[in-house]
C-alpha cells in the first residue's frame, strides 16, 4: 500500500512572521526515487533563489543516512516562504516533489536574531 500524500505544511505563527527567517526542510526519500530526487535537489539549489524573498538555498544529505535530504533555505521573512509554498502547491510542482518521498517533510522555522 503506498505512503499517504505528504503535505506541506507552514505553521500559522510562521505565516504571521515578518522577520528574516531559516527553514529548515528534511525529507525522507524512497528509496527507488533517490537519483531522480538528488537531481531535483540540484534544480531547488540553483533556482530557489531567484524566487522573490528567499536569499539562499543549500542542500545537505545526512551522512548516515542517504535518504534523508534537508534543505536550508534563507529568506527575508516567513511571509514570503510561505507565499511560496502556497504557489508551489497552485501550480502543481508540490506534486512533482512529494512523488519522490517517503512521507511528509519535516519543516522548521528559526527566526534570526
Request: contains cysteine; negative net charge; charged residues 20%.
Amino acid at each position: 500500500m503506498p505512503a499517504a500524500s505528504p503535505q506541506f505544511v507552514v505553521s500559522q505563527d510562521a505565516k504571521r512572521a515578518h522577520s528574516a527567517t531559516t527553514v529548515l526542510v528534511q525529507f525522507q526519500v524512497r528509496t527507488e526515487s533517490r537519483e531522480a530526487f538528488a537531481k531535483l535537489m540540484q534544480s531547488v539549489k540553483l533556482n530557489l533563489p531567484q524566487v522573490p524573498g528567499c536569499l539562499e538555498a543549500s542542500v545537505f544529505i545526512s551522512e548516515g543516512q542517504p535518504l534523508r535530504y534537508v534543505l536550508v533555505e534563507q529568506w527575508e521573512s516567513a511571509a514570503r516562504h510561505a507565499a511560496h509554498v502556497r504557489a508551489l502547491q497552485d501550480s502543481g510542482e508540490w506534486r512533482a516533489i512529494e512523488q519522490h518521498l517517503d512521507g511528509a517533510p519535516t519543516v522548521e522555522y528559526l527566526l534570526e536574531q
